[in-house]
């Protein structure tokens, strides 16, 4: 497991700029951000940083970084002190154990998250926990490609699926998503760790919130894990990505329902 992660500090003030540039670092196995006044932390385990990638990255919008070495602990501290409660509507708030329950929300999960993604305050997990409002869960098998934190695939058991199946390739989100099904009472999750969406069950709900270059590449296993009249939900897809993703979806022969929009990421929901 890993103990050590270089934090990146990035001057970026522009909202579309960090948005992308999350995306960006994400796809290169950046795995915790921060979103400060005036500034972006972005964290990677230290065997995954790479310089030039970084350089890369940036160099786009003409932007420097600094660079710290924090161990996994001192992230769980600077997490707890900066964690605020989200709230989607009056459908789900999202919080940590030290925070106090909240009213006036249909559903409330408390969330963990160490250094996994998935506490909702990202633009593509509060836009998933929109889109499902809108699908009924009631005694459905559900797929959540790239849980994170387990965020969604606890939803998706507040909302009354009957099991779920929730995976992802990094063994802290495998260990922390553990911990939040527990912590949250959630019993019908089976959590496992894949590279790749591959399996011999169907479901009828698949959720991947990712990235447009995994999403596209796991397309065909996720069509094969998708029951007869099956919903579809994506994101981690920025909005220049829609058409792309549009196009691949119809060719899976999958019906576009809708798609939402926030801070210039998207999630696309279809259906089989
Ligand atoms: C953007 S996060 C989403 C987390 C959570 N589902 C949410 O909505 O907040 C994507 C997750 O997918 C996982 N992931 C990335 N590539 C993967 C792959 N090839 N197979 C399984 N999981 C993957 C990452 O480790 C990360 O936890």
């Known amino acids: 497991m890993t103990s050590q992660y270089q934090c990146i500090s ?3 003030t522009d909202e579309l700029a960090r948005e992308q540039i999350i995306a960006e670092l994400a796809a290169a ?3 915790g951000f921060e979103e400060l006044e005036g500034s972006l932390q972005a964290y990677v385990p230290g065997e995954i940083f790479d310089a030039d990638t970084l350089h890369e990255i940036l160099g786009k919008h003409n932007l420097t970084y600094s660079k710290s070495t924090i161990e996994k602990q001192n992230w769980n501290a600077v997490w707890e002190s900066n964690f605020e409660p989200v709230q989607v ?4 708030g999202v919080r940590a154990a030290f925070h106090p329950p909240f009213t006036g929300v249909q559903h409330e999960i408390v969330i963990t998250p ?3 993604f998935g506490t909702g305050h990202h633009a593509t997990t509060y836009l998933v926990m929109q889109l499902m409002r809108d699908i009924g869960f009631e005694a459905k098998t ?3 490609f790239g849980t994170g934190t387990g965020i969604l695939a606890i939803l998706a058991a507040k909302l009354g699926a009957k099991a779920i199946l929730a995976v992802d390739n990094d063994d802290w989100c495998i260990e922390n998503a553990l911990e939040n099904t527990s912590v949250n009472g959630s019993q019908n999750i089976v959590i496992e760790k894949v590279n790749d969406a591959r399996l011999n069950q169907k479901f009828d709900v698949v959720i991947a919130n990712i990235n447009k270059n995994i999403i ?3 397309l065909p296993y996720l069509a094969d894990d998708l029951e007869p009249g099956g919903d579809v939900l994506l994101s981690g897809l920025l909005k220049e990505d829609e058409a792309d993703i549009r196009e691949a979806c119809g060719k899976m022969g999958w019906v576009h329902q809708n798609t939402l929009e926030r801070k210039g990421w998207i999630a ?3 259906r089989q």
């Open 268 to 270: 696309c929901w279809f």
């Open 114 to 116: 160490k250094m996994s």
């Open 216 to 218: 596209l590449d796991n």
């Open 142 to 144: 559900v797929f959540d």
């Open 10 to 12: 990035i001057p970026v």
């Open 29 to 31: 196995g950046y795995d």
């Open 89 to 92: 509507e009056d459908f789900v």
